[in-house]
C-alpha cells in the first residue's frame, strides 16, 4: 500500500470530511458501474456503493486496511452484491414456497392485519426521528428523490442527506425490530 493511501486512511480513521469526499469522488462513479455489472440495477449498485461509503465512516475508528485502498473498496462492493444477489435468491425461494403452500385467503385477512400495525408503527417511528432528518427521509423514501435532488431542494451538501438517511435508517432499525418478522411476511407476500 502506498505511503499516500496510508495517509488517506489515517485521515479518515480522524474524521477527516474533506479527504473522505475526495476518496468518495475518485471512486464512486467506477465501484457504481462495478456493482452495476454484477447485479444488473443502478439504483441498487448506487445503493450499495453508498452503504460502503457510509459503513466506511461510521466504523472509521476502527477502519483497518492491509490491502490498497481501491482493493478493498472493490472487494467492499463485490461482498455487498453477492449479498444482494443471494438476498434475491433467498426471497424467490419463498415466493415460489409461499405460492405452493401458503392458502391465498389466509394470507389477504393476515395481511391487512399485519400491514395496517405495521404502518402505524413505522408512521410513529417517523415521527420520533429529528424534523431535518424525518423530512430528508421521507423525501428519499416517499418521494423517492435522489440524494443530489433533495441536497438542491434543501441547501445541503449530499454527504449531509447521506448522513441524516443513514442516521434515519439505523435508527429506524433499531425501533422496528420487533416487527421484522411482520415486515418479512409482508415483503414475501407482494413478491
Avoid at 455489472?37 to 439504483?43: C, N
Amino acid at each position: 500500500m502506498e505511503v499516500l493511501e496510508q495517509d488517506m486512511i489515517g485521515a479518515i480513521r480522524q474524521g477527516n470530511e474533506g479527504v473522505y469526499e475526495q476518496i468518495f469522488r475518485k471512486y464512486y462513479q467506477s465501484l457504481c458501474n462495478y456493482a452495476n455489472s454484477m447485479i444488473r440495477d443502478m439504483d441498487d449498485s448506487e445503493e450499495i456503493v453508498q452503504n460502503v461509503f457510509m459503513t466506511i465512516w461510521e466504523k472509521k475508528d476502527d477502519l483497518e486496511i492491509t490491502i490498497s485502498l481501491k482493493s478493498y473498496l472493490y472487494r467492499a462492493v463485490h461482498n455487498h452484491c453477492l449479498n444482494r444477489i443471494k438476498h434475491f435468491k433467498v426471497r424467490e425461494e419463498y415466493q415460489q414456497y409461499a405460492t405452493d403452500y401458503y392458502d391465498s385467503s389466509y394470507h389477504s385477512v393476515s395481511e391487512t392485519v399485519y400491514k395496517n400495525e405495521l404502518e402505524q408503527k413505522i408512521s410513529e417511528a417517523i415521527q420520533k426521528l429529528p424534523e431535518q432528518c424525518r423530512l430528508i427521509f421521507k423525501m428519499s423514501r416517499f418521494e423517492e428523490l435522489r440524494y443530489q435532488e433533495i441536497a438542491d431542494q434543501l441547501n445541503l451538501s449530499v454527504k449531509t442527506v447521506e448522513n441524516q438517511i443513514g442516521k434515519a435508517l439505523k435508527f429506524l432499525r433499531t425501533e422496528l425490530v420487533d416487527y421484522l418478522p411482520i415486515i418479512l411476511i409482508l415483503l414475501f407476500e407482494k413478491l
